[in-house]
């Protein structure tokens, strides 16, 4: 049986280029070297992390890819090694705190606070790494009270960007991803899952912006320290 998700399995990748429809880095360069599957392809022809700097230190970490890759290669830990490699800031995910966003969107309270007037936007990265186990109930979730969601046609969440690597945000673009994330949506609130995202998504839609520990009565702090208030 082949070993699905070692970090070597990016001899498997044949080049479908599925994982570039909800590449950040690709949308943002529209260079193939900047997408999981440059950064494979240039790897079986025996490049190295160095030789891939530009392209790796630009991910953000979202995670999308991982999702829709029909080899299952373990993309994010094929760069998280090359960042380390190339000696960049450690690129695996915070473990999340309890409760977590996904874990405050299950409480019936907070979800029948969110209606058909709401942009609900799902932190991308946590949501790519347990993405087998949640996506039904983000469906559910959705369908149950109307709201839109950062989700495109293979529901895969449209990362927003925020909260990435120092390096990979001096070369991405936040605000133009969040332009795109809510385009041709109609909504008059949104409801944010990351604290970070609260920001630029009001100064990008102009509209009210909530965190959704807020309608819990929780309070979470920008590195995830939480209080009842
Ligand atoms: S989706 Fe997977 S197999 Fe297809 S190009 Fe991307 S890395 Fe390669
Ligand atoms: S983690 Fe996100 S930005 Fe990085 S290669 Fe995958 S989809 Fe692109």
Redesign the pocket.
């Given at each position: 049986m082949p070993e699905l998700l070692s970090i070597s399995s990016y001899v498997?990748?044949?080049?479908?280029?599925?994982?570039l429809l909800p590449c950040p880095m690709w949308r943002a360069h529209r260079d193939i070297m900047f997408s999981?599957?440059g950064i494979?392809k240039a790897m079986q022809s025996e490049a190295s992390a160095e030789d891939l700097r530009e392209s790796v230190s630009s991910c953000i970490m979202c995670g999308a890819?991982d999702t829709?890759?029909?080899?299952n290669?373990d993309?994010i830990g094929m760069i998280a090694q090359m960042w380390s490699e190339i000696a960049l800031p450690k690129a695996m995910l915070e473990p999340e705190v309890a409760p977590s966003p996904f874990v405050m969107s299950c409480d019936a309270s907070v979800q029948a606070q969110i209606g058909k007037d709401d942009l609900y936007v799902i932190d991308a990265a946590p949501f790519h790494v347990h993405y087998a186990e949640r996506v039904t109930h983000y469906d559910d979730l959705r369908k149950n009270t109307g709201c839109s969601m950062n989700l495109d046609l293979n529901r895969v969440a449209i990362p927003t960007g925020t909260g990435s690597a120092a390096e990979a945000l001096e070369k991405f673009d936040v605000k133009k991803q969040v332009q795109w994330l809510v385009q041709g949506r109609d909504f008059k609130r949104v409801i944010v899952e990351n604290r970070a995202d609260m920001d630029v998504l009001r100064e990008i839609t102009g509209k009210p912006v909530f965190c959704i520990s807020e309608l819990l009565g929780v309070v979470v702090g920008s590195r995830g320290e939480h209080a009842a208030s």
């Open positions: 498997d990748c044949h080049g479908c280029s599925l994982c999981p599957q494979a890819c829709v890759c029909p080899e290669i993309l």
